[in-house]
């Protein structure tokens, strides 16, 4: 009797890097993958923490806190952050007194996690401290880890509609006030060469069994994980084999921005593209295994002769059971 388990079965130790809501969406098939197959598999998330941003005088962090919801079962499926069930009372009273900025979407529910981060942050607590005591409540089933504890923020050089100025806004900004639809130039990730990873970040990608790269955007979610000092060495150095995904399918993301951030930084918007931007590992970058949508599985053969082992497969995260399969075709890759 072959006790070796199928490929896709999940391993013990799964550690995922990720953005906000592909990541998230990614991460619930991940977890009902471990659910069908009964593994014991202790999953830890590397998330982006450079969308965060201080507004109202607390402390926002948008990729940690659409992790935490949606495997918490608090987020709204519809928007794919915040919580929901929301009502949004204290935003229209800030609005009333003009208090800028009003494009943020503050939801009244969502406002008690940045007051109790805050708080603890404010009390000396480390953002990664904050995170896994607001997963007490949400239990999420991850361990969920910032990036880095440190303040890191992407910052997106526009041309300002207002006044046709070029100047670097929040990335925030640039995706929630101007929808992404304004030119950018540059994309600077403000802090970041001066960060450490957050405790447990480098042991989570050196004990991994497996390393997963999800559709998060892969210039401002896993372009600025990468970025943390070590984070890069500690991919190369470990035994485990890195497996990513792609976001973009048919030359186009499925959701968010990573089109235009991608023409920002000069990368084609294409599967094959990010994966050649990312590197096969067998030359220095960063995949052993990458998946492609059907739509895009001309670039196969070109991708496994870059040494990127790489397989076309539905890529659509329509529910957490098609998620599933997306990380069940990504574990398959694993040699
Ligand atoms: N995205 C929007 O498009 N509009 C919003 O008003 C908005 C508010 C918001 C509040 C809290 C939060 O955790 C996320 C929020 N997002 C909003 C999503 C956020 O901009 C993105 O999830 C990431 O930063 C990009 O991945």
């Not at 659409?66 to 079962?73: A, I, K, N, Q, R």
């Not at 485990?240 to 976001?247: E, K, N």
Request: net charge negative; with cysteine.
């Amino acid at each position: 009797m072959d006790h070796t388990p199928p490929p896709e079965r999940p391993p013990r130790r799964l550690t995922v890097l990720s953005g906000g809501v592909g990541g998230a969406r990614f991460l619930q098939g991940v977890l009902r993958l471990v659910a069908r197959t009964g593994a014991t598999t202790e999953i830890t998330v590397v998330a982006n923490t450079a969308d965060d941003l201080w507004l109202h005088g607390l402390k926002v962090c948008p990729d940690l806190d659409t992790v935490m919801y949606t495997l918490g079962d608090g987020i709204d499926v519809e928007r794919g952050w915040g919580r929901r069930d929301e009502t949004w009372r204290a935003g229209e009273e800030l609005a009333a007194y003009g208090a800028e900025p009003t494009w943020f979407g503050l939801g009244d529910r969502d406002l008690a996690t940045h007051l109790v981060r805050t708080e603890m942050l404010a009390a000396g607590y480390p953002l990664s401290a904050v995170t896994e005591a607001l997963c007490r409540r949400w239990q999420p089933g991850v361990r969920l880890l910032p990036m880095t504890d440190d303040r890191v923020e992407t910052h997106v050089v526009i041309d300002d509609p207002a006044d046709g100025q070029r100047r670097a806004v929040h990335f925030q900004e640039y995706w929630i006030r101007h929808h992404a639809e304004v030119p950018a130039h540059a994309v600077v990730p403000i802090g970041l060469d001066q960060c450490a990873p957050a405790p447990g970040v480098l042991e989570a990608l050196s004990d991994a069994d497996v390393v997963l790269v999800p559709p998060s955007n892969p210039i401002v979610s896993v372009g600025t994980i990468l970025g943390v000092p070590g984070v890069r060495e500690a991919l190369a150095a470990t035994p485990a084999p890195v497996i990513g995904v792609s976001g973009i399918i048919g030359g186009d993301h499925v959701r968010g921005m990573a089109r235009q951030l991608l023409a920002a930084v000069g990368v084609e918007c294409s599967a094959a593209a990010v994966a050649l931007h990312y590197g096969a590992r067998k030359e220095g970058g960063l995949l052993d295994g990458w998946l492609v949508d059907p739509v895009d599985a001309d670039a196969v053969p070109a991708l496994e002769g870059a040494g990127i082992r790489c397989r076309a497969v539905p890529l659509l995260m329509t529910d957490p059971d098609a998620s599933a399969d997306i990380a069940a075709a990504a574990l398959a890759l694993v040699p």
